[in-house]
């Protein structure tokens, strides 16, 4: 049963990580569906994003190659520091600090707290109301070469909001694009490339603070979770772009006040646990 299980959030994982929409919030959720009481664990959700961001490694290969490589001759003074690409590299570093500081300062409360189901809810309906703002108000455009030092650095805020499930990665820094005029693409493509060191760190993290502990649903099948999440992620990404160069977000602003609804009314009935080892009502 745990590897059905393991396989199933793999999937969800793999959907919803790149779409702005909460793969964590997703876990969380459908994770207490099929472990009544018990939550997956932030560990648990950090380790298998590395198959999520492994998709993102294999999707933007050539870009993230041409951009260490500016970035490292730039250093040397091979390469102009204004050189697009170099720049890029210092943005990715900048825009990464606030979810590295944030998340090591409030671990404990990521961990437990901020877990709650009531929080989730509530996140996917507030942050769903953002984006639609965001959606309907947005200029569309900026290019991502016009991306300035001030903007990355908000971005990375962006990108920390979702250390709380049901705001989500992508949503956030999608959302903060958009208000800073830039384009859907843009914001998208940005989300994406931001999110590496950030969401790769934390899996690592994850995976080393699990050595010697037994993760909720075994190693084996976190295993195959992970490589799931990574099939699965890499076929979202290249449909996600195409489907956003034509079409705006409503329909996810829509599907977040949906579940958002559904998650609340279904911990206020006692259906589901608010948090792990709650009880739940029968």
Known sequence: MEWLIAAVLGVIQGLTEFLPISSSAHIRIIGEFMLPGQDPGAFFTAIIQIGTETAVLVYFWKDIVRI???????????????????????????????IVILGLLFQDAIDSVLRSLWITGAMLIVFGLILAFADATAKNARPLEQLTWKHGILFGFAQ????????????????????????????????FLLAIPAVMGSGFYGLYKSLGEQPVLGWGP?????????????????AFLKFISHNSYRIFVYYRIIVGVIVLVLVGTGALAATSGAPVTP
């Not at 992508?170 to 914001?187: C, F, K, P, V």
């Not at 976190?222 to 290249?238: E, H």
Request: aromatic share 8%.
């Open 68 to 98: 260490i490589k500016a970035w490292c001759l730039a250093l040397v003074g091979k390469v102009d520091k204004r050189d697009p690409d170099a720049r890029m590299g210092w943005m990715i570093i900048v825009g990464s600090l606030p």
């Open 160 to 191: 920390a909001l979702a250390l709380i499930p049901g705001v989500s990665r992508s949503g956030g820094t999608i959302t903060a694009g958009l208000l800073m005029g830039y384009t859907r693409e843009a914001s998208a493509r940005y989300s």
């Open 222 to 238: 976190t295993a195959l979770a992970t490589v799931i999440a990574f099939v699965v992620g890499y076929v979202v990404i290249v």
